[in-house]
């Protein structure tokens, strides 16, 4: 009776993680990046075993009064931060290279938008969450074979944008889908009326600044937070030795 409570158990907490991969979730994370064919959830499970690493490192060192441990656990954390150091100073030096990297990146999105539902539910949340369309602008969603103004498009979405595109009436409660149809044949000044014009990465960008002391203060909190524990295994080490040094 016990093997099988325990058999049931395992299979209804197995059961969301199956079936969170059998939506697809997961499985098509590396048909919209342009890696070399790396799959990005490598790069979590990498994290997550450095992080169970750290983490056990510390927590056994200090519990055990393992030397070894405390110090592995030490030089990893400095590791850890002089390559987020290394990270910022390259990301501020590299700036423009990081900005045609994300351009690449969301057209490369634009043009999979029908191609899987998470991915198109990602992209609207973003359009809708920055207020933006496109990397730089609506135009850039001639690059989807169902919204491109070319004449060959039979598509009733042809010239036009995702309704996450479209500027908000506060008072429609409900969700026109249809409301970017035909948005870009109409002229510049009464697209900015019914869409949203500006582009994603110049959005993005504009939130950076904006939010910029908020930003730096979390960055700079972590890494302080990482000074702090790197302190306190180096300061635990020198006790133990020094405890073992008078006996």
Same mark, same amino acid.
């Given at each position: ?17 199956? %079936?969170?991969? *059998? ?12 890696? /070399?064919? #790396?799959?990005?959830? @490598?790069?979590?499970?990498?994290? /997550?075993?450095?992080?169970?690493? %750290? ?12 030397? #070894? ?15 987020? %150091?290394?990270a910022g100073v390259l990301a501020f030096?590299?700036?423009? @290279? ?30 809708? &969450? ?31 944008? =995702? ?6 009436? =506060? ?24 869409? &949203?014009?500006? /582009?994603?990465? =110049?959005?993005?960008?504009? @939130? ?10 979390? #960055? ?25 040094? *008078? @006996?």
């Amino acid at each position: 009776m016990k093997a099988e409570f325990v058999q049931l158990k395992a299979e209804h907490t197995c059961y969301p993680l199956a %079936l969170f991969l *059998s939506q697809g979730v997961l499985s098509n994370i590396s048909s919209i990046t342009d890696l /070399g064919g #790396f799959d990005p959830v @490598w790069l979590f499970l990498v994290v /997550g075993g450095v992080m169970f690493i %750290l983490g056990f490192a510390g927590c056994i060192g200090a519990l055990r009064e393992n030397t #070894f441990l405390l110090k592995f656990f030490s030089v990893f954390l400095g590791i850890i931060f002089f390559l987020e %150091l290394t990270a910022g100073v390259l990301a501020f030096v590299f700036k423009d @290279w990081i900005k045609d990297q994300l351009y690449f990146f969301i057209n490369n999105n634009i043009r999979a938008y029908r191609d899987d539902i998470d991915l198109q539910n990602l992209i609207d949340f973003t359009q809708e &969450y920055w207020q933006c369309c496109g990397a730089f602008g609506a135009d850039d969603w001639n690059l989807n074979i169902y919204f491109n103004c070319t004449d060959s498009n039979a598509s009733r979405e042809r010239c036009g944008v =995702p309704f996450s595109c479209c500027t908000k009436d =506060p008072a429609e409660d409900v969700i026109n889908t249809q409301c970017g149809y035909d948005a870009r044949q109409k002229p510049e000044v009464d697209q900015q009326i019914v869409i &949203y014009t500006k /582009g994603c990465v =110049p959005q993005f960008e504009k @939130w950076l600044q904006d939010n910029l002391t908020i930003v730096a203060g979390i #960055f700079i909190g972590i890494a302080l937070l990482q000074i702090f524990g790197i302190c306190l295994a180096q300061n635990l080490v020198s006790d133990i030795e020094a405890v073992r040094a *008078s @006996w």
